[in-house]
Nanobody, 116 residues
Framework: QVQLVESGGGLVQPGGSLRLSCAAS????????MGWYRQAPGKQRELVAR???????TYADSVKGRFTISRDNAKNTVYLQMNSLKPEDTAVYYC??????????WGQGTQVTVSS
């Protein structure tokens, strides 16, 4: 059974940084694409960043140049380094894993709040 445990969310001032982590178990981690979605109140869930099993990355236009996704296959963990945070980055961030055409598995979500 796949399990994802997220950590690293919290309250940060505008311009600050946070690093989210998502540790996976129950899968052969290196075979999976992983990434992060976010959902702000009253808005649809949107893709933030994705990293494929061979480490190709994709970012939402709104976070390009500010966020960096990376993975450590030895630790079964994916990271999202978020710099220059803005109030509009406030959302619940969800980690996911996906292999091929199969539906993704989601983490429980971690709150990120950017406010002064």
């Amino acid at each position: 059974q796949v399990q994802l445990v997220e950590s690293g969310g919290g309250l940060v001032q505008p311009g600050g940084s946070l690093r989210l982590s998502c540790a996976a178990s129950g899968i052969i981690f290196s075979l999976y694409d992983m990434g992060w979605y976010r959902q702000a109140p009253g808005k649809q869930r949107e893709l933030v960043a994705r990293i494929t099993s061979d480490s190709r990355t994709t970012y939402a236009d709104s976070v390009k140049g500010r966020f960096t996704i990376s993975r450590d296959n030895a630790k079964n963990t994916v990271y999202l380094q978020m710099n220059s945070l803005k109030p509009e980055d406030t959302a619940v961030y969800y980690c996911f894993v996906r292999k091929g055409i199969y539906p993704p598995t989601w983490g429980q979500g971690t709150q990120v709040t950017v406010s002064s």
